[in-house]
Nanobody
Framework: QVQLVESGGGLVQPGGSLRLSCAAS????????MAWYRQALGKQRDLVAS???????NYADSVKGRFTISRDNARNTVYLQMNSLKPEDTAVYYC??????????WGNGTLVTVSA
């Protein structure tokens, strides 16, 4: 069974930065990609950024130029560096892992609040 453990959320002022981490454990030899999604109160869960094992990345238009996704393949860990944070970035951020087998896994989420 795969487990995803997120960390790094919290309260930050507008314009500030946070770094989220997600460590994956368990049997994940056929890992395809990892990603971050977010869900604001009353809204659907949306993709923020994704990264493949080969390093290919994809970002939501709303975070391009401000957020950077990276990964440490040896540690099965994915990071999300968030800069120039805005109040509209406030949400629960979820880590996501997709395997070539088609299996999908989600973390429990970490809350990011951007407020003065």
């Amino acid at each position: 069974q795969v487990q995803l453990v997120e960390s790094g959320g919290g309260l930050v002022q507008p314009g500030g930065s946070l770094r989220l981490s997600c460590a994956a454990s368990g049997y994940i030899r056929d890992l395809n990609r990892m990603a971050w999604y977010r869900q604001a109160l009353g809204k659907q869960r949306d993709l923020v950024a994704s990264i493949t094992t080969g390093g290919g990345t994809n970002y939501a238009d709303s975070v391009k130029g401000r957020f950077t996704i990276s990964r440490d393949n040896a540690r099965n860990t994915v990071y999300l560096q968030m800069n120039s944070l805005k109040p509209e970035d406030t949400a629960v951020y979820y880590c996501y892992l997709y395997r070539w087998s088609g299996a999908e896994y989600w973390g429990n989420g970490t809350l990011v609040t951007v407020s003065a």
